[in-house]
């Protein structure tokens, strides 16, 4: 059974840092798109950045890119999310996605191409 269980979440300063992380079950990483998206109230879920299933390669959405950094660790089987410079319009439910299908560059961050999804973990940024 694919599981997928995100961690790290919390309550941080505008500015500050945090590191989520996303541990897999049922599955291994290695051979999978691995995503994180993230929903705000009110708002559609929106990808923030994917990895590819071999490597370091890593498609990232504008209003993150130069702040957040995506990574895998296969021996651990975890996935993570190290966030930087965190700004007011970051809160949201972050959650982690896995796909075992090829995803094509336009595909990449949306969450439709996602066969995999944990339950969340939420991000608050405050001034």
């Known amino acids: 059974q694919v599981q997928l269980q995100e961690s790290g979440g919390g309550s941080v300063q505008a500015g500050g840092s945090l590191r989520l992380s996303c541990a897999a079950s049922g599955f291994l990483l290695r051979g999978y798109f691995m995503g994180w998206f993230r929903q705000a109230p009110g708002k559609e879920r929106e990808g923030v950045a994917t990895?590819?299933?071999?490597?370091?390669?890593?498609y990232y959405g504008d209003s993150v890119k130069g702040r957040f950094t995506i990574s895998r660790d296969n021996s651990e089987n975890r996935l993570y999310l190290e966030m930087n410079s965190l700004k007011l319009e970051d809160t949201a439910m972050y959650y982690c996605?896995?796909?075992?299908?090829?995803?094509?560059?336009?595909?990449?961050?949306?969450?439709?191409?996602?066969?995999?999804w944990g339950l969340g973990t939420q991000v608050t940024v405050s001034s």
């Open positions: 996605a896995a796909t075992p299908v090829g995803l094509t560059a336009a595909e990449l961050l949306r969450p439709a191409g996602f066969k995999f």
């Open positions: 990895i590819y299933p071999v490597g370091t390669s890593a």
